[in-house]
């Protein structure tokens, strides 16, 4: 989509200090591979040159080790996130103290952006799962932009009714699939996300205990052991080295 002679908003760009690593400076140099990283990611394939430089300009790089707060529900919240490697999940955390995880997200998904539309606080932890890197954007910056490029709100837009969906799809899922049946379905969702071939199925890849399928499943660490147990029996599942290998194709 031709965007040539667009009028950027005059943000400044944030990058980390190098003197203070908490200070904000003007960045001019963006080079072509931030560039061709950014047009890599579905949510800005279809942002002209000029979107992509001026994002690319007005983010910087931030790293998490894996089990890192990376934000507080409740938190206020001035900027978004874009995953450049590892995966993050999303939790809240119930009046009992029993954490219900919404969501994992991964490479070139946004995370952090709700805050910024909405003007309220953070609504949901986001937790590195793995070691993670991510470019951070400013309020400011992203929504400067969203005011000069449709394809980016369209785009946004798609990202938001799929999270809907699958907010809907797991609600839907709590009133009318017993454990096991979905335990099963999320099962399959992860291998399809975080799946290597193993001989027999696919291997999930990503470090999951008990108790954590159980906060993705909306149930207790017990339930989830009883209904492994039943899955094995099954053949539907078995255990490898600690990964779960699903004995189908999901
Ligand atoms: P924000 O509210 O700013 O901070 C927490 C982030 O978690 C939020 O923005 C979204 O990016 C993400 N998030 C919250 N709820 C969901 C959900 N149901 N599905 C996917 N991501 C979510």
Redesign the pocket.
Known sequence: MAQMGLQWPNVGPLVQSAHTGDGLRMQNDVTEPQIAFLRSLSVFRDLSDEALRYLAAGSRQRAFQAGEII?Y?GDP?ST?HIIVQGRVR?FVVGEDGQELS??F?GRGD???????FDD???????QALENTRTLELHRDVLLGCLRQSPALALSLLRALSE??R??TEGAGDLASLTVVERLLRRLRQLAEWAGTPATDGVRITLPLNQQELATLIGTSRESVNRALVQLRRQGKVRLENGWIVLLETP
Do not use: K, W, Y
Request: hydrophobic content about 50%; overall charge positive; aromatic content about 4%.
């Open positions: 934000c529900q919240g978004c999303i919404v969501r997200l946004i995370f952090g952006e709700m805050a910024l309220l606080p953070r609504s949901a932890n986001v999270r809907l699958h907010a």
